[in-house]
């Protein structure tokens, strides 16, 4: 059983996802006793899937491809797995790899199962688990055609490299005419440094922190640990913040290995957002915040005390740690 995963990138560099996947991609093949294909589109440095363990990529660069049109890259990763045989075809559960992995499955007439976190269950029948009902439950699903899609829970696996001889390989499949049915005509990019998709650290804001005029000290607390900032869904609608920030069920997901939440009271709606984040700090005024109820690690006191204390230690261990 030979596995493809899609290697996703953004203005030709590999996305973060992508080495995830590939990780993932590795730790399965090991235990098939196979190899791991990759295709990535438009993509500079390739040879940095090496690390992580893929065997061999396809390298497809065609300016049809510029901009993301889900029809034809469905077509080239379908195309992909056909020219490799591959009876496993992974993806990752970016926005775009959402909408990307149903049509392959369609294409290929294989079974898909999203949502995914860790390895496979059993290899034979085929069952994966999955996060379900936003993250607040796990399924098993068995997938019993011979073809199968997996979209792996974003963060759900890491990234461990595994250096591999990688073969590069240029790939042109067929790519029809310029109507794809749907296309991107702008993309208008959050200004924060570290993007929520790809931030190992979030920390997010809440109505307690009364007012926009008081980010600062959360964008220098995120500064420096390297993270993105998100917040409530009442601070983006209050428009303290861009929506782009907005975390929860009905904003962004999140699933960072480190979630600080300042002044958020930890609403269900917002928990089954970022319920998947491996640690998850919680700072609140009001010992009995829900939130605290769902956290690792709580602080009971005021934000506007404790926020600029924990950025100077942090500030003091990074200087005697450098
Ligand atoms: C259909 C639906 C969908 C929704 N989707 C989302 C969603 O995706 N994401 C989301 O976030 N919400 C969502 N909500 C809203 C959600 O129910 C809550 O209303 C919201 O999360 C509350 O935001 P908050 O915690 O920032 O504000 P509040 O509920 O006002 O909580 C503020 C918190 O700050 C604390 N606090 C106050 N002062 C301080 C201080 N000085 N220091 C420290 N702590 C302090 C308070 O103790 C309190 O716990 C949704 C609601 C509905 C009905």
Known sequence: MSILIYAESAEGKFKKVAFELASYAKKVAESLGTTVTAVTVNTANVSDLSKYGVDKVLKVNNDKLSGFTAKAYADVIKQAAQKEGAKLVLLSSTTDSLYLAPLVAVSLEAGYASNVVGLPVSTSPFQVKRNAFSNKAFNITEITTDVKVLGL??????????????????????????????????????????????????????????????????????????????????????????????????????????????????????????????????????????????????????????????????????????
């Open 153 to 322: 829970a974003k963060n759900s696996y890491g990234v461990f490299e595994s250096a591999s001889s990688l073969t590069e390989e240029d790939f042109n499949p067929t790519i029809g005419d310029n109507d794809f049915g749907v296309k991107v005509q702008s993309v208008d990019k959050t200004s924060g440094k570290v993007t929520i998709a790809d931030a190992e650290v979030v920390v997010s804001g809440g109505r307690g922190l009364k007012g926009p005029e008081n980010w600062g000290m959360l964008e220098e607390l995120a500064s420096v640990l390297g993270a993105a900032t998100a917040c409530s869904k009442p601070v983006s609608d209050l428009g303290w913040r861009p929506h782009s920030e907005h975390v929860g069920q009905t904003g962004k997901p999140v699933a960072t290995n480190l979630y600080i939440a300042v002044g958020i009271s930890g609403a269900i709606q917002h928990i089954a957002g970022i319920n998947s984040s491996k640690v998850k700090v919680v700072i609140n005024s009001d010992a009995d915040a829900p939130f605290f109820k769902v956290a690792d690690y709580g602080v009971v006191g005021d934000a506007f005390d404790i926020v600029p204390k924990l950025t100077q230690k942090l500030k003091e261990f990074k200087a005697n740690n450098s």
